[in-house]
């Protein structure tokens, strides 16, 4: 039996947390990738602390269910079936939210996509989707939302979900190469937006337990409790919590910043996702590369 990753729907709405159960009361926070993993857990913790929470992403049936999970816990919530690697698509899914809800106040960028395979392998397609969606889905959302709330007169709030690329992310050159544009385009415009009372963050997860987990072989997923140096993975809370900083009043004076949560990663090591390649074989017992006879 394969093992199974990430929170359970009860431990989404029994998990501690330091914010106060109001922190979002009124507000309507935009959550892409809504339906599933870190973005699922992102929404909820919104929800749980008054938000009402807008979910988008293509799997109308992961949608649904976790629309129907809201519902069960007193969360109110909306959502569309859409991609947003389609800049018409975003364009329509901004106007019914606005429509339907008649505000938002934050957005949070979690949607995206990578497979793990060596760099030499890319296909360009292969290489295109993922550049596509991390990076080019990531900018139509920011925009659409930005042109919005400066045609409204209304501040805002941008926080991208990206990488830790800071050493490199081994079998992920197509992500990194996106999330990096991510990053730069979001330090940029948080100046460009700053007049408007637009903030721009983004929250890098290191090696984050999630449901995405189970996407790749074990020989892959055991090198994520390698890759830091407290040697084990973090959680979706690790992530979700980072991003309701971000998104919240005690982050007020910040923006264009990039908020590392990895256990130490960027320091330390590097994930393999498809498996560790004989040549970087670690000893651990002997804290070096294993020598060759």
Known sequence: MSKSYGSSDAALLAYPTVYRPD???GQVVLVSGGGSGLGKTCAALFG???????ICGRDLEKLAGAEAFFASAGIKSWSRAMTIRDPDAVEALYDDLYRDL???????NNA??????????????GWNAVVDTNLNGTW???????????????KGNIVNIVADIWRGLPQMAHTTAARAGVIYASKTVAVEWAPLGIRVNCMAPGCCESSAFGRYPPAGAETFTQSNPMMRAGDEFDVAEAVLYLASPAAKFVTGEVLTVDGGQQMWGDPWPNGRPPAFEIDYGKGRLAEED
Request: glycine share 10%.
């Open 23 to 25: 922190l979002f009361a």
């Open 48 to 54: 749980r602390l008054g938000a009402t929470v807008a």
């Open 102 to 108: 008649g505000r938002l106040d934050v957005v949070v």
């Open 112 to 125: 995206g996509g990578q497979f793990p395979q060596a760099a030499l392998d890319f296909s360009p397609k």
């Open 140 to 154: 139509y959302m920011m925009q659409a939302a930005a042109r919005r709330w400066r045609d409204r007169g209304e």
